[in-house]
């Protein structure tokens, strides 16, 4: 049923409505009991309340609009295109976003809740200082967005695509499987804590001052990475592959490794405290200076290794395989330190 430009069409069901006026044009298909808006007047009209709720914005090309601190509550803006707007500090709650792209808009400081989609595209969009929380994406594009100071809580990101440079995203309890850094990737300050990450690529990837605390990574393919002191304490890198990796300084306290490859890596001074590394491989790996205090080290392969200083303070080694590596200077077992970590106070 067509309807005359500027006017909102409330409709049980539609089975095919063409809207077309200067700055927006909207296609619907069956949009139950929504409104359905046909040009940009008649959004801006209802946007005046500062809120659109249960309204329709799917198939609509909109360019241009200027809807800054609206709250869109229950928004269907599935294969939706917005284009060279400004929705800064907006926020979107219970949102559906499938085949749904933005396109060099800003929505720098909003916030997105309970949100769902597949195929969603943020192309040299502004997602600066943006909160996310409860959302649920798939086949996600973030590969010309700026993300500096982003943060997320409770959400699942899959298969995203992430921007080369990045700055400040912080990430809690948050699934993001099977993701993808570009080779040449330049990540500052990102924190991740209680993260499940299996499955990522970031090879030959640059990690400056970046952390991972408790978080799943599990099969990481991360040959030629450069992180030196990063932080993957607590982390699970079960049979991850960095290989080749500068990791100097990087702490990898009580972090599970089994199966993990480290050959040829730099881990001069590295921390693997309390690591697991049963199966792992640090063949030809410089761990010159690394603090290996209470390793179990299980069956891993030191062979042709650098352990020039390193401090093996009641580590275990007794199935390790350390053919031909370099063990001179090594600081064994302290005694009396080992005794004070081990006293207990006596219960009367």
Same mark, same amino acid.
């Given at each position: 049923?067509?309807?005359?430009?500027?006017?909102?069409?409330?409709?049980a069901?539609?089975?095919?409505?063409?809207?077309?006026?200067?700055?927006?044009?909207?296609?619907?298909?069956?949009? @139950?009991?929504?409104?359905?808006?046909?040009?940009?007047?008649? /959004?801006?009209?209802?946007?005046?309340?500062?809120?659109?709720?249960?309204?329709?914005?799917?198939?609509?090309?909109? !360019?241009?609009?200027?809807?800054?601190?609206?709250?869109?509550?229950?928004?269907?803006?599935?294969?939706?295109?917005?284009?060279?707007?400004?929705?800064?500090?907006?926020?979107?709650? &219970?949102?559906?976003?499938?085949?749904?792209r933005?396109?060099?808009?800003?929505?720098?400081?909003s916030?997105f809740?309970?949100?769902?989609?597949e195929? !969603?595209?943020?192309?040299?969009? @502004?997602?600066?200082?943006?909160?996310?929380?409860?959302?649920?994406?798939?086949?996600? =594009? /973030?590969?010309?967005?700026?993300?500096?100071?982003?943060?997320?809580?409770?959400?699942t990101?899959?298969?995203?695509?992430?921007?080369?440079?990045?700055?400040?995203?912080?990430?809690? =309890?948050?699934?993001?499987?099977?993701?993808?850094?570009e080779?040449?990737?330049?990540?500052?300050?990102?924190?991740?804590?209680?993260?499940?990450?299996? @499955?990522?690529?970031?090879?030959?990837?640059? /990690?400056?001052?970046?952390?991972?605390?408790?978080?799943?990574?599990?099969?990481?393919?991360? %040959?030629?990475?450069?992180?030196?002191? %990063?932080?993957?304490?607590?982390?699970?890198?079960?049979?991850?592959?960095?290989?080749?990796?500068?990791? &100097?300084?990087? =702490?990898?306290?009580?972090?599970?490794?089994?199966?993990?490859?480290?050959?040829?890596?730099?881990?001069?001074?590295?921390?693997? !405290?309390?690591?697991?590394?049963?199966?792992?491989?640090?063949?030809?790996?410089?761990l010159?200076?690394?603090?290996?205090?209470h390793?179990?080290?299980?069956?891993?392969?030191?062979?042709?290794?650098?352990?020039v200083?390193? =401090?093996?303070?009641?580590?275990?080694?007794?199935?390790?395989c350390?053919t031909?590596?370099?063990?001179?200077?090594?600081?064994?077992?302290?005694?009396?330190?080992?005794?004070?970590?081990?006293?207990?106070? %006596?219960?009367?």
């Open positions: 049923m067509p309807c005359r430009p500027g006017w909102p069409v409330w409709k069901s539609v089975s095919r409505a063409h809207c077309w006026a200067t700055a927006v044009c909207c296609r619907s298909m069956r949009m @139950d009991k929504q409104t359905i808006f046909c040009d940009a007047e008649a /959004l801006r009209a209802r946007a005046g309340s500062g809120q659109l709720a249960g309204v329709s914005m799917a198939g609509g090309h909109y !360019v241009g609009l200027d809807l800054s601190g609206m709250r869109f509550e229950g928004v269907e803006a599935s294969s939706a295109l917005f284009e060279d707007c400004t929705l800064h500090e907006t926020a979107w709650e &219970g949102g559906r976003f499938d085949q749904t933005f396109v060099r808009c800003d929505l720098a400081h916030r809740e309970g949100c769902r989609g195929d !969603v595209s943020f192309e040299h969009t @502004d997602l600066g200082e943006t909160w996310w929380q409860g959302c649920v994406l798939a086949q996600v =594009n /973030l590969a010309t967005a700026r993300l500096d100071r982003m943060a997320a809580m409770d959400c990101f899959a298969a995203v695509r992430w921007p080369q440079e990045l700055s400040g995203l912080w990430l809690s =309890n948050c699934r993001l499987p099977a993701a993808r850094l080779p040449g990737s330049n990540w500052q300050q990102v924190q991740v804590q209680d993260c499940q990450l299996e @499955d990522w690529q970031m090879e030959h990837a640059q /990690l400056n001052q970046c952390g991972f605390v408790q978080c799943a990574m599990d099969r990481l393919q991360a %040959a030629g990475l450069q992180a030196p002191y %990063a932080a993957f304490w607590r982390c699970s890198l079960r049979e991850a592959v960095l290989s080749g990796a500068q990791l &100097g300084g990087t =702490n990898f306290e009580q972090a599970d490794l089994a199966g993990a490859v480290f050959d040829a890596s730099n881990l001069r001074q590295a921390r693997l !405290v309390s690591a697991r590394t049963p199966g792992a491989r640090f063949v030809a790996a410089d010159s200076q690394a603090d290996l205090s390793l179990e080290a299980g069956d891993a392969d030191f062979s042709q290794a650098q352990l200083l390193a =401090n093996m303070h009641d580590a275990h080694f007794d199935a390790a350390l031909g590596s370099d063990r001179s200077r090594i600081r064994p077992t302290d005694a009396e330190r080992l005794q004070a970590q081990q006293w207990r106070p %006596a219960h009367p």
